[in-house]
């Protein structure tokens, strides 16, 4: 073939793409992402060029700011009527903005805050080689107790690295419930447990045993990704779209034009099933639903347990906003398939967790366990399929993370020579001990434990009330009995700490600086205040209870 001919099929095969538009992205509307997703990149420069003595206070402001500053950017865009009249689709179909996606963001903005203070804490272990240190490891890559890790704690290095890997973290965590085509919901994923596989493995004592809940962190997570990505393929395959409202669109037979190329696979239910299957079963991994729940107690107890607190609350946040987007906005048509299934999902997680948790001896793995129950109570009120079951998820998310974030607050106050003491044995007696304290921690007990005039009431009595409105009568009776099975090993925990003498060789209670005081306050004035006066708040998640399509 001569070189004219070869020309020629090039300019003929050229000539029919027209001029590619630019991407219209409406930068104001994806705001509070960009400013966090900014502030850590900021703080990797921070770690390049900033002198190592001065990087906490500086990664700390920054992230700081940048949190109040994205939550201010979320307040202001509910307060132009994104929330409600004007909510829509942004970023050419990738990102919706409306009430849930707002409402869960200022959630893990509010979250992300207080977590970010119990990482900045310094003032609970004792002072080494004249330095303040905090619960991360000098030096991450270097071997456990190897001659690098000793030369490094000595000469008082700090891992401030967690206050961009945080933000990461949070970035991701924004988009997750917002996403509106799976690859977009896909990259969340990516973004947001990446920096939480690397926060798991970071604890300053206990190296190892953070190091291995890493990796089984990381590892089931992979499988879970794997699923989730193969998951979407197969959706792809039935729609001939990644776009959530193309894929309703299919579901429920409104197609006008037909992909040629995917004609003979669009419409195929099986493709369907099995697609939805697998990306639903990488959102309930990170929810921590049973049968996909192995990994929670042994990364909860292994990772720092500012760490485990942060992951606990704003993790469950972003997952169940996302799995109710797919439910709610991409498989309305497909209910009667995926309700049944859901049912069970609920109904073994809320037994499973609440009954295991009887048996726990360590406290971080108690509220694992206990965290687990808590997702199948939230799942009923998916299963409603009404508004008031979007609102109740989302009131009980906020309600739960606040709780979530002050209890592991307070766990990282008792200590004994070895660090934290996270064996329940050494929480006898604690009430005597230090009076405050117990009383604080039996409050967030309480909360989860849902007895009345705390959040864990209020935010159990909706979402319940939304799952009996909903036809799910039966799963809310399990839910009830599960919730009297739950109450008794957290007042098991109180009863301990009340009515047990204190042993005389028992752990003490470490002055924590105002960072941790304000993650504990805010957690016991948020539990108070939603379960004495709720309504305010229940109005505002019924409000921003509307997903857009």
Request: proline share 5%; glycine share 10%.
């Amino acid at each position: 073939m001569s070189a004219t001919a070869v020309h020629s099929l090039w300019t003929t095969a050229a000539e029919p793409i027209g001029k590619i538009d630019a991407p219209d992205i409406e930068y104001g509307q994806l705001s509070p992402t960009l400013i966090v997703i900014g502030a850590a990149v900021l703080g990797v420069l921070i770690e390049a060029f900033v002198p190592r003595k001065s990087r906490y206070y500086v990664q700390l402001f920054v992230a700081v700011v940048a949190l109040a500053a994205a939550f201010a950017a979320v307040v202001g865009l509910a307060a132009r009527g994104f929330g409600t009249t004007k909510a829509q689709i942004a970023a050419m179909g990738a990102i919706a903005v409306d009430g849930p996606a707002l409402f869960l963001q200022g959630t893990i903005l509010l979250t992300g805050i207080v977590a970010i203070f119990t990482f900045a804490e310094r003032r609970l272990d004792p002072v080494a080689h004249g330095n303040r240190v905090d619960s991360f490891v000098a030096q991450a890559g270097s071997v456990p107790g190897s001659e690098g890790e000793q030369a490094a704690t000595k000469a008082g290095f700090t891992t401030t690295e967690v206050f961009p890997l945080a933000l990461f973290a949070i970035g991701g965590m924004l988009v997750f419930p917002a996403a509106n085509d799976l690859l977009t919901l896909f990259i969340a994923l990516e973004v947001f447990s990446l920096p939480l596989y690397l926060l798991c493995a970071l604890a300053r004592r206990k190296r190892l045993m953070s190091q291995e809940a890493a990796v089984k962190y990381f590892l089931l997570g992979a499988f879970a990704s794997a699923f989730t990505l193969f998951g979407i393929a197969l959706l792809y395959g039935y729609a001939g779209s990644v776009s959530y409202a193309t894929i309703a669109n299919v579901v429920e037979g409104n197609v006008k034009t037909v992909n040629p190329a995917l004609a003979d696979t669009m419409g195929n239910d099986a493709l369907l099933l099995i697609g939805v299957a697998m990306v639903v079963m990488g959102l309930l991994f990170k929810v921590g639903a049973v049968p996909f729940h192995m990994w929670t107690p042994d990364v909860y107890q292994g990772a720092p347990t500012p760490v485990t607190g942060f992951m606990a609350a704003a993790t469950k946040v972003a997952a169940f906003g996302a799995l109710l987007r797919l439910l709610y906005v991409v498989l309305p048509g497909l209910r009667w398939d995926w309700r049944p299934v859901m049912w069970g999902v609920a109904i073994i997680t809320m037994l499973g967790g609440a009954i295991i948790a009887i048996t726990q001896t360590d406290i971080k793995r108690l509220l694992a366990y206990s965290s687990i129950a808590h997702a199948g109570f939230i799942l009923a009120g998916v299963i409603a399929t009404t508004p008031d079951g979007i609102s109740s998820v989302l009131f009980y998310l906020g309600a739960y993370s606040f709780v979530t974030i002050g209890a592991f607050a307070v766990v990282t106050l008792v200590r004994d020579a070895g660090g934290e003491a996270t064996h329940l044995s050494k929480w006898a007696g604690l009430g005597r001990r230090s009076p405050l304290v117990a009383a604080v921690f039996a409050v967030f007990l309480l909360a989860f434990a849902g007895i009345p005039l705390t959040s864990g009431f209020t935010g159990k009595f909706a979402v319940f009330k939304a799952a009996a409105e909903g036809g799910a009568g039966a799963l809310v009776v399990v839910g009830v009995l599960s919730s009297a099975i739950a109450a008794f090993f957290y007042i098991r925990v109180i009863v301990l700490m009340f009515f047990s003498e204190p042993k005389a060789d028992g752990p003490t209670v470490a002055v924590p600086s105002p960072l941790t005081m304000t993650a504990i306050g805010v957690g016991v004035a948020v539990t108070l205040v939603l379960g004495v006066a709720p309504q305010y708040f229940l109005d505002l998640a019924n409000q921003a209870g509307v997903f857009v399509r």
